[in-house]
């Protein structure tokens, strides 16, 4: 037997829920829409379209709506809403942009036997787009005169496509709202058919679809009533954040996000984004003044107790009695003052309001302002469009906090390891901390390093550079004051600054495959070299290994006239230094083996290049009889080194190096051979 849920109703507990923590609630509806496509579940016995299936339109692509045009439809519609409205305690009704069918569904004149039956004194068949406008605008009016007759209280409002009409405002194009959905969304707002508008922004600053060109439009068109614009949180947090700096300085009431899925799952830490920086602070939707601005009434008798199981103070307060309209506290706005008393300019900090709540009760937590602050408390009511009562009594908590007493680094400590961590004495007065570390002892804003709120007794402090001087602090709080911040100890860090790279040098061409590596040592007790080949395709690493000197003998042959990369670290007993600079090189020219049928020299010995003269290439043979380095470099007649065509460790055998002369003037040239205490040089000329 199939288990029974007529218990639950999810509205129902949506509605407490949503009001328990000082949330609205917005029913949402699509209005027509009844199947996405052919291939949707079977509906219900029960649902309107299997009921009255000569209310349906189905397209070719099996997407089904209700017919807009006909007046049992409106009439549904507006029935079920209003229903939704008298039944249920939501404090707002809203619906989609699914009218009629975007393009993809051929919806075509699928209504046009619907338009003759009941043109409504449009002129058949010129007039079906403004006909089809019309249904809409008479749907979305039917619904916000129901609600106003139900319930004045209740919010009513849009989501439309975010383009009204394609090239409105100019410079901006796509899809338009008002030519393809028959949805005119600037007659709702002159009309005031809704309380607010949410048009679906979902695209960048830029483009065809310009946020920063829709919004401002969008905000010229709302005849008063409010806009929530919609934007996409997939964009991204820099992109949203942006986006709503952006509204703040245009006038916009609000922002809403889609999808929730984006925001919860911290997809690109979007929810840390908005946690911590654009909406860490409480904010409350503005008064809709032509709907109610009578004020409610004040909570009273807020007290102050300390709950014994818990060992937290709590705040409790008297629920509002009904004003005159017979409206009485929806939410409550709970504030801490960092003072005895407040002016009527700290209710509009927003740093001030710490908690908006449904429920005549709070636990504040412990929060860090100002050092030496004694914080009071008072509470407001909200009624159910937003309107603020006067505050009830001050209130404060009567508690002390001990000036935590550091523990390690020891003052004065010069070795600070990397990654270590500042420690102090935990007191039982104190229930959260705040660290400070700066540059200088003065803890201005511009010395300031880094800033660490815990509830810990100690802070892991990143953003310190090697072997640099800084001050440390510690300020605690509880739930009713803040104490004053600790003498500051002072540290030094221990571990190394990053190696200086010498040699080879940044740019350095003709290296030798198997170079010396040369770097500063610094005050490191071991160094890490890592040499890479520096491709279009992922990066090589050939080298990546440690050594307590400053030199590095590569033992790996690299590839003949390629360019690398080489980097360090150092590392002292406190720590392992950053990456060095980068250093990049290009290893010389190869030679090619001669094979003479297998025979190995005896002897070295250094041939006469051919052709000579030449222009502008010639190749040189030499013979090498013992494995070991070789060097073979040209020279000009004024004994500078022209080029660096060999200098690897070669095997025993005959081989031939090609002298590129392109980028050299005609003259005497000079090359020699260095091998295992062999030197030879020899004449060539170049005849350009």
């Known amino acids: 037997m199939a288990p029974s849920y007529d218990y639950y109703d999810p509205l129902v507990f949506a509605c407490q829920e949503a009001h328990k923590r000082g949330m609205e609630i917005h029913a949402w509806f699509n209005p027509y829409r009844v199947k996405l496509s052919a291939s949707s579940p079977q509906l219900a016995a029960n649902n309107v379209a299997v009921q009255h299936p000569g209310w349906a339109i189905t397209c070719p692509d099996g997407y089904t709506l209700l017919n807009p045009g006909l007046d049992s439809v409106r009439n549904h519609v507006a029935r079920v809403i209003a229903d939704v409205v008298r039944r249920y305690d939501i404090d707002g009704v809203h619906m989609d942009d699914y009218f009629y069918p975007y393009s993809e569904h051929s919806f075509g004149k699928l209504d046009l036997e619907t338009f003759r039956l009941n043109p409504r004194g449009f002129s058949y068949p010129d007039s079906l787009a403004p006909w089809r406008r019309n249904n809409v605008n008479l749907l979305i009016k039917m619904i916000y005169d129901s609600v106003q007759a139900i319930k004045p209280v209740v919010k009513v409002g849009m989501s439309p496509f975010g383009i009204w009409k394609n090239g409105i405002p100019a410079g901006t194009s796509g899809t338009s709202g008002y030519d393809e959905l028959y949805c005119d969304a600037v007659a709702w707002m002159s009309g005031k058919y809704l309380d607010y508008i949410t048009p679906q922004l979902y695209w960048r600053f830029g483009g065809g679809q310009d946020y920063a060109k829709l919004q401002p439009w969008w905000a010229s068109v709302t005849y008063g009533r409010h806009l929530y614009t919609g934007n996409y949180a997939p964009l991204g947090p820099s992109e949203i954040g942006a986006q709503i700096n952006f509204n703040r300085a245009t006038g916009a009431q609000g922002v809403t996000l889609f999808s929730a899925r984006t925001v919860t799952t911290n997809s690109g830490g979007l929810m840390d984004s908005l946690k911590n920086g654009y909406f860490a602070t409480a904010a409350v939707i503005p008064v809709m003044n032509w709907k109610d601005t009578l004020r409610p009434n004040s909570p009273a008798n807020l007290q102050v107790s300390l709950n014994p199981g818990t060992g937290l103070y709590q705040l409790t307060w008297s629920p509002s009695t009904p004003a005159t309209d017979g409206d009485t506290a929806r939410r409550y706005l709970v504030y801490r003052f960092r003072k005895q008393t407040y002016q009527p300019a700290d209710l509009d900090v927003a740093t001030n309001l710490l908690a908006l709540t449904g429920v005549p009760t709070v636990i504040p937590p ?240 250094l041939s006469q290049n051919y052709p000579n003269p030449f222009n502008p290439t010639t190749n040189i043979q030499f013979a090498v009889a013992q494995t070991g380095p070789v060097s073979l470099r040209v020279y000009d007649v004024l004994g500078r080194e022209v080029a660096l065509l060999v200098d690897n460790v070669l095997q025993p055998g005959f081989y031939t190096a090609r002298f590129e002369g392109h980028n050299s003037a005609s003259g005497v040239y000079f090359y020699r051979l260095i091998a295992s205490g062999f030197v030879e040089m020899k004449k060539m000329q170049l005849v350009k």
């Open 366 to 605: 412990a929060r860090l302002d100002n050092e030496n602050s004694q914080y009071s408390f008072a509470v407001s009511a909200f009624d159910r469009n937003n309107n603020e009562s006067a505050l009830s009594n001050v209130v404060g908590i009567n508690s002390t906090v001990t000036t935590p007493l550091l523990a390690s680094p020891a003052n004065g400590e010069k070795n600070f390891i990397r990654g270590g961590s500042l420690s102090w004495f935990r007191n039982p007065t104190t229930m959260n901390y705040r660290a400070q570390v700066a540059s200088s002892s003065d803890f201005t804003p511009t010395s300031l390093i880094s800033t660490v709120n815990t509830t810990d007794s100690t802070a892991i402090i990143s953003g310190l550079a090697p072997q640099s001087t800084y001050y440390w602090r510690v300020l605690g709080g509880n739930q009713g004051s803040t104490g004053t911040y600790s003498s500051a100890w002072s540290f030094k860090t221990g571990w190394p600054t990053p190696p200086v790279v010498l040699s080879p040098a940044s740019g350095q061409r003709n290296v030798s495959r198997v170079p010396t590596f040369v770097w500063r040592k610094g005050a490191a007790a071991s160094f890490r070299i890592r040499v890479t080949q520096v491709s279009d395709t992922p990066n090589l690493v050939v080298v990546d290994q440690t050594t307590s000197d400053t030199t590095f003998l590569c033992t790996t042959i690299l590839t003949a006239a390629k360019n690398y990369s080489w980097i360090l670290s150092a590392t002292n007993a406190y720590g392992t230094s950053d990456w060095s600079a980068e250093s990049r090189f290009q290893t010389g020219q190869d030679v090619t083996v001669v094979d003479r049928n297998g025979a190995v020299p005896t002897e070295f010995a």
